[in-house]
């Protein structure tokens, strides 16, 4: 498939309700979109970098940037075999991981549309359905939170996630465990905590949770593992690994005992492939973490999801817990049991509302092969 054209496009969206980590508050999320053409289709991706760097070092803006200048340029009127090839086109771009996510994702959409297979057995996933978990964040009172979780435990979600940072732990992890003492229950720290925290951490461990995810520094594998050997509590390493080599040397390390595996965070299919292969062939098992996604990422999350190793219930929930109107159609839905079922149709399986990404718009840019790049503000 030869490259002909790709756009770039700025949406707003806002939540229907606040979430909050440790890194702050967010009401409404700037998304930054990619559209690659090629034989007459469309390949959708969505990089799911914040509005602030704070989560890892790009944004939307130092993303865009590095999509424009840098990343767009190797690609355009270039022939691509696979999605695959992006990774190398790439290499001398360092980091900027969200950026080429972005990319690559909308060439293998493309390279399913084009063999007419789902994304996701294109990936080599075997899973029809799968398992959903729902990530809460930190809310304005123990009774919001309380609310919250019966709402997502009713909706039948398989695991509850909580949000969690000093103050808002033990006793929110007490509260929920005396109303709900047998729900598959997390928490995520966001690295919130540090090595001198040891001893309050280890008192998460009355409270079975199934993981504590990133507790500690955002670039840390090895202070990971000397925590990991003070707690019962399986450890989750999420910011920490960015490649495969990282997941190599946490498995090394014994830093911990679950791996979350987000698309974008790792640079790309590619890259999230060659992390579920070095989890499963040590035993570690992997969920799909979320980042605020539209519907384009969401689709993306449920077609990785698929894979064997992904054997926990991952962050990929339905459309209305995030956007009261989704950019897809149909939107993504959870099924009572807390599955959702994989699509049939061919690329990424569900269509872009292309009529609503234009409403949502602020910002676009078409960037063509030896043409100045056209920008536009609606």
């Given at each position: 498939?030869?490259?002909?054209?790709?756009?770039?496009?700025?949406?707003?969206?806002?939540?229907?309700?606040?979430?909050?980590?440790?890194?702050?508050?967010?009401?409404?999320?700037?998304?930054?979109?990619?559209?690659?053409?090629?034989?007459?289709?469309?390949?959708?991706?969505?990089?799911?970098?914040?509005?602030?760097?704070?989560?890892?070092?790009?944004?939307?803006?130092?993303?865009?940037?590095?999509?424009?200048?840098?990343?767009?340029?190797?690609?355009?009127?270039?022939?691509?075999?696979?999605?695959?090839?992006?990774?190398?086109?790439?290499?001398?771009?360092?980091?900027?991981?969200?950026?080429?996510?972005?990319?690559?994702?909308?060439?293998?959409?493309?390279?399913?549309?084009?063999?007419?297979?789902?994304?996701?057995?294109?990936?080599?996933?075997?899973?029809?359905?799968?398992?959903?978990?729902?990530?809460?964040?930190?809310?304005?009172?123990?009774?919001?939170?309380?609310?919250?979780?019966?709402?997502?435990?009713?909706?039948?979600?398989?695991?509850?996630?909580?949000?969690?940072?000093?103050?808002?732990?033990?006793?929110?992890?007490?509260a929920v465990r005396q109303r709900w003492p047998e729900i598959l229950l997390s928490c995520d720290a966001n690295s919130a905590?540090?090595?001198?925290?040891?001893?309050?951490?280890?008192?998460?461990?009355?409270?079975?949770?199934?993981?504590?995810?990133?507790?500690?520094?955002?670039?840390?594998?090895?202070?990971?593992?000397?925590?990991?050997?003070?707690?019962?509590?399986?450890?989750?390493?999420?910011?920490?690994?960015?490649?495969?080599?990282?997941?190599?040397?946490?498995?090394?390390?014994?830093?911990?005992?679950?791996?979350?595996?987000?698309?974008?965070?790792?640079?790309?299919?590619?890259?999230?492939?060659?992390?579920?292969?070095?989890?499963?062939?040590?035993?570690?098992?992997?969920?799909?973490?979320?980042?605020?996604?539209?519907?384009?990422?969401?689709?993306?999350?449920?077609?990785?999801?698929?894979?064997?190793?992904?054997?926990?219930?991952?962050?990929?929930?339905?459309?209305?817990?995030?956007?009261?109107?989704?950019?897809?159609?149909?939107?993504?839905?959870?099924?009572?049991?807390?599955?959702?079922?994989?699509?049939?149709?061919?690329?990424?399986?569900?269509?872009?509302?292309?009529?609503?990404?234009?409403?949502?718009?602020?910002?676009?840019?078409?960037?063509?092969?030896?043409?100045?790049?056209?920008?536009?503000?609606?």
């Amino acid at each position: 498939m030869k490259i002909e054209a790709i756009i770039l496009r700025e949406i707003r969206m806002p939540l229907v309700h606040f979430f909050e980590t440790s890194f702050g508050r967010t009401t409404e999320r700037r998304i930054l979109l990619v559209e690659v053409k090629a034989e007459g289709l469309t390949g959708w991706g969505e990089c799911v970098a914040g509005e602030h760097p704070y989560y890892c070092e790009e944004s939307i803006d130092t993303a865009w940037y590095v999509i424009e200048r840098e990343l767009a340029p190797v690609l355009l009127g270039r022939e691509i075999r696979s999605g695959r090839d992006c990774p190398a086109l790439f290499a001398r771009v360092r980091e900027h991981r969200m950026a080429k996510a972005a990319l690559e994702n909308a060439v293998w959409d493309l390279e399913a549309q084009i063999a007419q297979q789902p994304l996701w057995l294109m990936l080599g996933g075997t899973r029809e359905h799968i398992a959903c978990g729902v990530s809460i964040g930190i809310q304005n009172s123990p009774e919001q939170l309380l609310e919250t979780i019966d709402r997502e435990v009713r909706a039948g979600y398989q695991r509850i996630k909580l949000k969690c940072k000093p103050g808002w732990d033990v006793k929110i992890f007490e509260a929920v465990r005396q109303r709900w003492p047998e729900i598959l229950l997390s928490c995520d720290a966001n690295s919130a905590y540090t090595l001198d925290d040891a001893s309050h951490l280890k008192q998460f461990d009355v409270f079975n949770l199934l993981m504590i995810e990133q507790p500690l520094w955002s670039d840390d594998i090895y202070f990971h593992s000397l925590l990991q050997k003070q707690l019962q509590t399986r450890i989750c390493l999420d910011e920490s690994i960015r490649s495969w080599r990282d997941a190599e040397t946490a498995a090394a390390l014994h830093s911990c005992g679950i791996i979350n595996i987000k698309v974008g965070r790792v640079g790309g299919f590619s890259e999230a492939l060659a992390v579920h292969d070095v989890c499963k062939r040590h035993g570690i098992p992997v969920w799909c973490g979320g980042m605020l996604e539209s519907g384009i990422g969401r689709a993306h999350n449920i077609a990785l999801s698929s894979l064997e190793n992904f054997s926990l219930p991952g962050d990929v929930s339905a459309s209305k817990r995030y956007w009261a109107e989704d950019i897809i159609d149909p939107e993504v839905m959870v099924s009572p049991k807390g599955e959702i079922a994989l699509p049939v149709s061919a690329g990424r399986g569900f269509e872009v509302r292309e009529d609503r990404v234009a409403q949502l718009t602020v910002r676009k840019q078409t960037l063509r092969e030896n043409t100045q790049s056209s920008s536009s503000v609606s």
